[in-house]
């Protein structure tokens, strides 16, 4: 069956068929309604392996294709990543459409470039996890990840993988734009990103908001971003940060200002004489004029006045 499945590769007429499939590079296995991965061995310089929309229950019988670069196993009912660790030049790794809960095994390829585990068949309410030794291992070189229909609410533990120029997480479950913009911050070589279908997508400026934060992203869910859009929310971005800066500074003086102690007001040393109004004529009107007999003298010039006389 093996031989079927060589793609372009013929078979010389003077080889054995242990001789031609020893320097097969591609097998081609996809749906051909496999149940193992089995008998293999003799592959020993394949590279490309498509096993992809079989019956395949478990990843096994691998130890032996140390050369192997791309491995194709999606829509299959693998339960577990395991049995990966002899693939040390393993750079692509396509598992979508399984029923892996965990992400891990991936302790020996340091050189991964591409993991896609979309969509696994999970049961209702669960999440797809990332087993951070396996995230360690691959920090250093993963470009591209794709974790679309896996019911995340959060992908925080991704911040490590700094490496990343392309992120697929649509129809998920993120929701927080400030833990989300976090991550991002992390990934300065991002120029990828797929969220639809997540309800942080409804934000208020959500778009607007993801070209801000990832400033070399050229395709935000499937969509190009021009320079000119760029330029302007930059511009924008610049601006709102500038009036925040000044809000924030008059904020800053204004309490200084109310904080500041007062001093009560210095009392006065007398009271203030009332104001004095000149007497005029016409307030004279109608009084009587006083007469020498009428006047009335203090007592001692009463005295003085009887005496002279």
Known sequence: MLCRCTGQAKRRKEESQEQFLKRV??????????????????????????????????????????????????????IRMENLSSLYKLTKLYLSGNAITVVEGLDSARDLKELHIAHQRMPEGEKLLFEPRSLQAIAASLEVLNVSGNGLDSIEELGCLTELNHFAATDNQLCHMKDLTKVLNHWSKLFK??????????????????????????????????????????????????????RLAAGLDLGRQQHQPTLPPIPPTMPPLPSRQPLKRKHLRGLPKPSAATVELPPLQQYMATTVT
């Open 193 to 246: 990103l797929d969220l639809l279908g997540n309800p942080i997508c409804q934000h208020h400026k959500y778009r607007g908001k993801m070209i801000t934060v990832c400033p070399y992203v050229s395709v935000l869910d499937g969509k190009e971003v021009t320079d000119m859009e760029r330029q302007f929310l930059m511009n924008w971005k610049s601006m709102r940060t500038a009036q925040r800066h000044q």
């Open 25 to 78: 590079t591609h097998l081609f296995c996809a749906e051909k309604g496999i149940q193992a991965i089995e008998n293999l061995d003799q592959c020993r310089s394949l590279r490309v392996l498509y096993l992809y929309d079989n019956l395949i229950p478990r990843i096994e019988h691998l130890d032996s294709l140390a050369s192997i670069t791309h491995l194709y196993l999606q829509n299959n009912h693998i």
